[in-house]
């Protein structure tokens, strides 16, 4: 296992990151260790997405089937807005 350093980090950051730690009952050191391996793609949790797949691969059937109900219509085109 290797150890890493971070310079001049900011202290907010610092702050959110204890705060985030401090909410998950988890150590500071460990909540950066899931953070860091989530961002590349290697542990499940708390991985930063750029689209929906974080949230839609993690719907029950129910809450999918509910979603598709409710969001059929957006795929629709009114040709009179469409002149």
Same mark, same amino acid.
Request: aromatic letters at 6%; proline letters at 2%; charged letters at 30%.
């Given at each position: ?39 590349? =793609? ?11 797949? =974080?949230?839609? =691969?993690?719907?029950? +059937?129910? +809450?999918?089937? /509910? ?5 059929? /219509?957006? =795929? ?8």
């Amino acid at each position: 296992m290797a150890n890493i350093t971070i310079k001049k980090l900011d202290d907010r950051v610092l702050d959110r990151l204890r705060a985030q730690a401090k909410k998950r009952k988890t150590s500071l050191n460990s909540h950066l260790k899931d953070i860091l391996a989530s961002t590349v =793609g290697m542990k499940p949790g708390l991985t930063a997405h750029s689209d929906l797949t =974080g949230i839609a =691969g993690s719907w029950t +059937e129910k +809450e999918w089937n /509910e979603f598709s109900r409710n969001t059929r /219509e957006f =795929g629709q085109v009114d040709p009179k807005l469409w002149r």
